[in-house]
């Protein structure tokens, strides 16, 4: 599978954002997909994920209620609708597929398939 992330930006803190990844390659609608951010200084970390058929999502805690995931299979793309952003949103966002299809998780080493990344910036 090949990913590739776009849509970031700078916004004012309590603006929105909407990314996308645009999936090839593999059969995309049988992969999970996750949206990663890492901030400078900081490790990858986990802030939403998507069950392959978009059943089932998952989100970090510090973007609970305030971003949302979805996909369009026939479109071959995952969303991030990113509202209410705030100065600590600040990072390179990144989209990934895990390693397997039909297989879901939240940690970055299971993941095999990775987008190049979009940088969001929010300014206070």
């Known amino acids: 599978v090949q990913l590739q992330a776009s849509g970031g930006g700078l916004v004012q803190a309590g603006g929105s954002l909407r990314l996308s990844c645009g999936a090839s390659?593999?059969?995309?609608?049988?992969?999970?997909v996750g949206w990663f951010r890492q901030a400078p200084g900081k490790e990858r970390e986990f802030v939403a994920g998507?069950?392959?058929?978009?059943?089932?999502?998952s989100y970090a805690d510090s973007v609970k209620g305030r971003f949302t995931i979805s996909r369009d299979n026939a479109k071959n793309t995952v969303y991030l609708r990113m509202n209410s952003l705030k100065p600590e949103d600040t990072a390179v966002y990144y989209c990934?597929?895990?390693?397997?299809?039909?297989?879901?998780?939240?940690?970055?080493?299971?993941?095999?398939?990775w987008g190049q990344g979009t940088q969001v910036t929010v300014s206070s």
């Open positions: 390659g593999r059969t995309f609608s049988t992969y999970a």
């Open positions: 998507i069950l392959w058929s978009g059943g089932s999502t």
């Open positions: 990934a597929a895990p390693k397997n299809d039909y297989y879901y998780s939240t940690r970055p080493g299971d993941f095999g398939f």
